[in-house]
């Protein structure tokens, strides 16, 4: 079985530029979550999708965006970027059972300059 | 809200055992996960406790009291290798909510 993939690895963009993150879910796996893990610090939860639909959502602006497909992939968009977005940006995901660990993909580095 | 609290750092040595503490207070509980991340790398899963009591894997036991709002992590015969941060993660009564994670433990084991 395939484990959690995203793409890219790392990313540099411009202030106010705007980004896209993708995530390949793990097979069997349907729910799947964004994190925001700032150097030294936990990760953050942006948002949870569940079967295309978002269904939670954490302390982020409305320019942090998603999106998760029939095959259960999902994408993370970041429109007008700013320095603090810089981070490691994380995509886990999990089946349906409560005590399922999520399996986390190995992130995202994305540095605003 | 929720708040879940680590410590920051510790340190111990190689074949030791070492006991990291999380406290938690989430408006509500469906379950507390441990996991650990190397630098640069995913974090990935330990452990998981929904009722009180000792869960035990091999080196590494975790500890759940829910009426306390504290967990624990116990790492024995400790090796090089388990230098890294340990997260301890709190499922709240939302499952929509998802995880919320604690600052997590960085651990530097010493030869």
């Known amino acids: 079985e395939t484990g959690v993939t995203q793409s890219p690895t790392h990313l540099i963009k411009t202030r106010g530029q705007q980004v896209t993150l993708r995530c390949s879910s793990q097979s069997g796996h349907n729910t799947v979550s964004w994190y925001q893990q700032a150097l030294g610090q936990g990760p953050q939860f942006i948002f949870q999708?569940?079967?295309?639909?978002?269904?939670g959502r954490g302390n982020f602006p409305p320019r942090f965006s998603g999106l998760q497909f029939p095959n259960y992939s999902s994408e993370l968009n970041v429109n007008a970027l700013e320095l603090d977005d810089s981070a490691l940006y994380l995509c886990?995901?999990?089946?349906?059972?409560?005590?399922?660990?999520?399996?986390f993909g190995s992130g995202t580095r994305l540095t605003v300059v | 809200g929720q708040n879940i609290d680590q410590p920051t750092e510790m340190t111990a040595t190689e074949g030791a055992i070492v006991q990291i503490n999380c406290t938690y207070q989430t408006s509500g509980f469906n379950g507390l996960f441990w996991y650990q991340q190397h630098a640069g790398e995913a974090p990935t899963f330990l452990s998981y406790n929904v009722l009180d009591g000792l869960e035990e894997k091999g080196r590494f036991s975790s500890f759940l009291s829910r009426s306390k709002g504290y967990s624990y992590l116990l790492l024995k015969e400790l090796q090089m290798k388990d230098s890294a941060s340990y997260l301890c993660a709190v499922r709240g009564d939302n499952y929509g909510q998802n995880f919320v994670f604690g600052p997590g433990t960085r651990l530097s084991v010493l030869p």
């Open positions: 886990a995901s999990s089946p349906e059972t409560v005590s399922a660990g999520y399996t």
């Open positions: 999708y569940y079967r295309e639909e978002e269904n």
